[in-house]
């Protein structure tokens, strides 16, 4: 019984402490600008944009999985390591994925091509 009630509270602290629900009036502040991006964690399988190295092949990262987010045609992937620009629209506000690129093996010194992410992301914004 007590390492059951043990882990129900450790349950409820993580989505206590995950979800910022600690206190205050119960309403979030809203960010209405037009680039907002979608609330979506690293792992949210349930998002649209969630994506995997078994969803999209070649996979060009070195985690493996996240979600892709677009506003504006700026298509972001997000892990728990950050937020990173894809496309050259994106970058304007985040940085670019170079520390979890992968590098192409048929091609030393270079990475694997963004463009199936990419355009999977940007189907996100229809």
Same mark, same amino acid.
């Given at each position: 019984?007590?390492?059951?009630?043990?882990?129900?509270?450790?349950?409820?602290?993580?989505?206590?402490?995950?979800?910022?629900?600690?206190?205050?009036?119960?309403?979030?502040?809203?960010?209405?600008?037009?680039?907002?991006?979608?609330?979506?964690?690293?792992?949210?399988?349930?998002?649209?944009?969630?994506?995997?190295?078994?969803?999209?092949?070649?996979?060009?990262?070195?985690?493996a999985?996240?979600?892709?987010?677009?506003?504006?045609?700026?298509?972001?992937?997000?892990?728990?390591?950050?937020?990173?620009?894809?496309?050259?629209?994106?970058?304007? =506000?985040?940085?670019?994925?170079?520390?979890?690129?992968?590098?192409?093996?048929?091609?030393?010194? =270079?990475?694997?091509?963004?463009?199936?992410?990419?355009?999977?992301?940007?189907e996100?914004? =229809?």
């Amino acid at each position: 019984m007590r390492i059951r009630v043990t882990a129900v509270a450790a349950a409820v602290f993580g989505c206590l402490a995950l979800t910022g629900c600690t206190g205050g009036t119960g309403t979030a502040d809203r960010n209405t600008t037009e680039n907002a991006e979608p609330a979506t964690t690293q792992g949210d399988r349930d998002s649209a944009g969630y994506v995997t190295e078994r969803t999209i092949t070649p996979w060009p990262f070195t985690v493996a999985s996240g979600n892709l987010a677009c506003a504006g045609e700026a298509v972001t992937f997000i892990t728990a390591e950050g937020t990173y620009g894809l496309n050259s629209r994106a970058r304007q =506000k985040h940085p670019g994925p170079d520390p979890i690129w992968a590098g192409d093996p048929n091609n030393p010194g =270079k990475n694997i091509s963004l463009d199936a992410v990419i355009s999977r992301g940007l189907e996100l914004c =229809k």
